[in-house]
Structure formats: structure tokens, C-alpha cells
Nanobody
Framework: VQLQASGGGLVQAGGSLRLSCVAS????????LGWFRQASGKEREFVAA????????KYADSVKGRFTISRDDARNTVYLQMNSLKPEDTAEYYC????????????????????WGKGTLVTVSS
């Protein structure tokens, strides 16, 4: 599976961005999907995940209520709508896919995600 993330950019605090991640190479609907981020000098952290059927989502506490993950299996795409952005949201954002995972497993076992895309940079200015 190949994953291609896009949609990053420079935005002022309080603004919004929508990240997209398009997948190819396998049956998209078979995969749980997650968004992760890594700020400069920090470890990668979980942001959001969505189950294979889309019925379950998980969020990091730091983004809960501001970010929304969704998927469109017809378009092989997972989205991350980011609202009320803060400077501390500045990071490289990555999408990842896991074939046997639940959304909860994406949170707890990120290292076992099967496929990772290249990141897209989000910069939030104060």
C-alpha cells in the first residue's frame, strides 16, 4: 500500500487546515487508518485513528474537539480536519494504515502499523 499525504501548509493560530491521505495498492476498506505527527526535536505522537468501517474513532487528548478524522472508501482517502489550530500543533503529519488493527490498536501499537506515508508539514504561527 502506498500512502500520499497532502494539505499541509502555513496557517495562523485559530485557523483550519484539512489534510488528505490517498492510498493505492490494496483494498482500502480493509485498513484501519491513523494520523500521527512529529514536531522538531520530539518523538512521534498519535493524533487520530479511524476503524475499518469508520464506526470508531480515537483522538489524542490534545486535539480532541478540534480535529476530526474521516474516511471515504470510494476515494481511498482519509482526512484530518484540523480546526482552532495552535502553535503547538506545528509538526510533520503522517498517515498510516494497518490491516488487522482496530482504532484503539492504532493508538496503542503505532509501531506495528503496516504502511506509512511521507509527511506533510503543518506550521501554525502565533
Amino acid at each position: 500500500v502506498q500512502l500520499q499525504a497532502s494539505g499541509g501548509g502555513l496557517v495562523q493560530a485559530g485557523g483550519s487546515l484539512r489534510l488528505s491521505c490517498v492510498a493505492s495498492g490494496d483494498t482500502f476498506s480493509d485498513y484501519a487508518l491513523g494520523w500521527f505527527r512529529q514536531a522538531s526535536g520530539k518523538e512521534r505522537e498519535f493524533v487520530a485513528a479511524i476503524s475499518r468501517a469508520g464506526g470508531s474513532t480515537k483522538y489524542a487528548d490534545s486535539v480532541k474537539g478540534r480535529f476530526t478524522i474521516s474516511r471515504d472508501d470510494a476515494r481511498n482517502t482519509v482526512y484530518l480536519q484540523m480546526n482552532s489550530l495552535k502553535p503547538e500543533d506545528t509538526a510533520e503529519y503522517y498517515c498510516a494504515a494497518a490491516k488487522t488493527y482496530t482504532a484503539t490498536m492504532c493508538v496503542r501499537h503505532a509501531g506495528g502499523m503496516n504502511y506509512w506515508g511521507k509527511g506533510t508539514l503543518v506550521t501554525v504561527s502565533s
